[in-house]
């Protein structure tokens, strides 16, 4: 008997960026195999990054960032994960799912391994409801529903343009709660997906994330970050915070919750704290900053939206720092960016691999790395999410 299609397997991208061997896809392939892979070199383009056999994907390093982009090369952070936005923004697919290369397959707790990429998909598919709280979370899954009071005409909901997954394992925790807490762990697996309430931000982790590119894609930028930049760290939280108050302005819903993977090393607090130093305390103007921010009638798309957020970036928040100037020039080149790429302008192309392998113009073929051993199963299981 023939195995089914997966689920949007010639719609969605697997955006991955890296500065090591990719050997963390063996133990995804079950699940990753048949969707086209974007991974996105960081650090020494001359490095060569091997890639499991069996898996189609592109390879960009810094060299095709320059070559591509040329002068707008500029807003892609160097020496950060803030590179994986490159991925959004040369993919052609209408779904994206970025990954970081420790996060592996966690398991249930009845100790099946857990396919994230489906369960975002799921997600994504069905629809958000952030004008009114079910209290049975998500009220789309099997099993459940709307609660008695949830008024009818909200149950329609609206289109879901973000998936933010979780972790189990090593948490996903600041510099100064890392050095409180060393060896805390996270062990607790929450059955639950819920809207992200209207007027609500969060912050958004990129280590397991599913969006609608066609509806929120021009807005996830990870900003500027990493090498001759004051601030690191803040890539994944800066994009989470312009997407959602665009989607609060445009009518799109943002879930929370599963899936899970597992998050497999822990990063230095020290060298955290370094990166994180100065955003700890702008965070204190940044998030009222987007809490206050207010939206035009005029602008009813993406790109609007974010043309009007980086001029309120430029006017409101360069007085905390002149990093924000920079910032707001970046988030309009990001723009202009994506204009250009999706107007053809622009022609993408990185190494390109088939199932044989990636083939360089001269050099060889990558070979199999060899197999991770499994994470340890779940070892606790709420039923509801935990304060």
């Known amino acids: 008997m023939a195995r089914p299609t997966p689920l949007l397997k010639d719609e969605l991208d697997i955006v991955i960026p890296t500065i090591r061997n990719l050997d963390f896809l063996e133990m995804w392939r079950p699940f990753f195999q048949h969707y ?33 982009l040329g002068s707008k090369a500029s807003c892609i952070s160097f020496k950060d994960s803030a ?48 004008y009114f709280f079910n209290t049975l979370y998500d009220p789309y899954r099997e099993g459940t ?7 009818f005409s909200l149950r329609e909901g609206v289109q879901t343009a973000i998936s933010h997954g979780l972790w189990l394992n090593i948490p996903d925790y600041d510099a100064p709660t890392q050095l409180v807490k060393p060896s805390e762990r996270n062990t607790r697996y929450v059955d639950a997906v819920m809207t992200i309430p209207k007027g609500t931000l969060f912050p958004m982790c990129g280590m397991n994330l599913a969006f ?38 445009l009518g799109y819903g943002v879930k929370t919750g599963l899936p899970y993977i597992w998050h ?35 602008a009813t798309s993406v790109e609007q939206c974010y043309r009007e957020l980086a001029k309120q970036v430029r006017e409101k928040l360069s007085n905390v720092d002149p990093y924000f100037s920079k910032l707001a020039d970046a988030m309009v080149t990001w723009i202009e960016s994506w204009e250009e790429l999706t107007s053809n ?43």
């Open 83 to 130: 590179c994986r936005c490159f991925g959004f923004l040369v993919s052609k697919k209408k779904y994206i799912f970025t990954i970081d290369d420790d996060c592996f397959v966690a398991k249930d707790p009845s100790s099946k391994d857990i396919n994230a990429l489906e369960q975002h998909i799921k997600n994504l598919l069905s629809p958000s409801t952030p």
């Open 264 to 298: 497999s090393k822990a990063s230095n607090p020290f060298v955290n704290l370094k990166k994180e130093y100065k955003g700890i305390f702008w965070q204190e103007e940044i998030i009222p900053f987007f809490q206050s921010a207010v939206l035009s009638k005029e």
């Open 145 to 151: 529903d709307f609660v008695r009071g949830y008024p």
């Open 345 to 387: 302008k622009i022609v993408a192309g990185g190494v390109k691999a088939s199932s044989g392998g990636v083939h360089h113009a001269n050099g060889p073929t990558t070979k199999v790395a060899s197999p991770l051993p499994p994470p340890p199963a779940v070892v606790e299981e709420l039923g509801s999410p935990a304060a």
């Open 36 to 68: 086209h892979l974007i991974i996105v070199q960081d650090g020494d383009p001359s490095k060569q990054i091997k890639v499991p056999e069996g898996f189609d994907y592109e390879l960009y390093n810094r060299n095709d960032i320059n070559r591509i």
């Open 212 to 249: 609608n590119r066609e509806l929120i894609g021009p807005a996830m930028y990870f900003g500027l970050m990493g090498d001759g930049q004051p601030i690191g760290r803040y890539d994944d939280m800066w994009a989470g915070w312009c997407c959602k108050v665009i989607c609060d302005h």
